[in-house]
């Protein structure tokens, strides 16, 4: 079971919202426990790794702003924004038992959600103001899932490890797009926020 930090050590979290987090990192547990939606060795370190890795996103985004979260799996970032940044989020997860506990998990910590079990390449969804992904895919194959779910004026969050910079030389051969990388506290990791995306 992993050990949730002290609520001082997460200063800019409410305690009601830590409380929250706290009920979806145990009710996460249980269920790793029968279908993978984190490796089993991340489990002790599920707060430092995922849980706050995602929070660097909750100042990224304006309170209670539609989100759409591609290949939403355990939660990361879709459902931690949902909890703390009060945000309306859409969840997308082709695995129908990972599609299963999101919805789960937003019922139980009170999220205001919809969880859409289908392949991102078949959606037909309204354009959000933010889209969101987080170790789904390449930069290229992201690009090409997000830019028609962008709305006008909007943007996309992609959370990238060490290979960041690789993954924007080989984008920027097909993809016209301005990128902003934010700093991780996460160790080699990069915030991507990322506009005006459209095809050379």
Do not use: Y
Request: proline letters at 10%; a negative charge; glycine letters at 6%.
């Amino acid at each position: 079971m992993p050990t949730p930090p002290h609520p001082t050590s997460l200063p800019d979290v409410p305690r009601e919202t830590f409380e929250r987090l706290t009920c979806f990192a145990d009710l996460l547990t249980r269920w790793t426990q029968k279908i993978n939606l984190i490796s089993p060795h991340d489990l002790p370190h599920l707060w430092p790794r995922h849980i706050e890795d995602c929070l660097q996103l909750v100042p990224l985004v304006e309170r209670g702003t539609h989100i759409t979260d591609l290949g939403s799996g355990g939660g990361f970032p879709g459902l931690i924004l949902a909890i703390a940044a009060d945000a309306d989020v859409t969840l997308v997860e082709s695995d129908r038992r990972k599609a299963a506990f999101l919805r789960e998990a937003s019922r139980t910590t009170g999220c205001r959600t919809r969880v859409i079990d289908q392949r991102i390449e078949t959606l037909d969804l309204p354009p959000a103001p933010v889209v969101t992904a987080r170790a789904l895919a390449r930069l290229d194959q992201l690009l090409d899932w997000s830019a028609p779910l962008i709305a006008p004026g909007g943007f996309a969050f992609f959370l990238k490890g060490q290979h960041a910079p690789d993954e924007l030389t080989d984008a920027e051969r097909h993809w016209h797009m301005t990128v902003e990388r934010i700093p991780s506290r996460t160790p080699g990791g990069t915030i991507l926020k990322i506009s005006d995306i459209r095809r050379v």
